[in-house]
């Protein structure tokens, strides 16, 4: 579980940063929104960590432990989860 709550800071971070970036810059729509646009693109990134994740070349290359793919879906989950819950907010 400490993965799961690893990968989500590490994709919560980056996307509420970008989305106040974006917010400041584009301007014309609400924070949450933004925001919530960044954890979801922050989700999309971890769905592709996980398809990264799953091919045999990558861990037979590496020495060093990769998390799993299911860790990936979770902290995907719960990103998506927090995007709504902010946009409905």
Do not use: C, N
Not at 57 to 68: D, H, K, M, N, V
Request: glycine residues 12%.
């Amino acid at each position: 579980m400490r993965t799961v709550g690893a990968l989500s800071v590490a994709g919560a971070v980056p996307a509420v940063l970008g989305g106040v970036v974006f917010w400041g810059v584009a301007g014309g729509t609400s924070i949450a929104h933004t925001v919530a646009s960044g954890l979801w693109v922050a989700a999309a990134v971890l769905f592709l960590g996980m398809l990264a994740t799953s091919s045999k070349s990558l861990w037979r290359r590496t020495t060093f432990a990769i998390p799993e793919g299911w860790m990936f879906l979770s902290a995907a989950v719960v990103l998506t989860v927090l995007g709504v819950a902010i946009d409905v907010a």
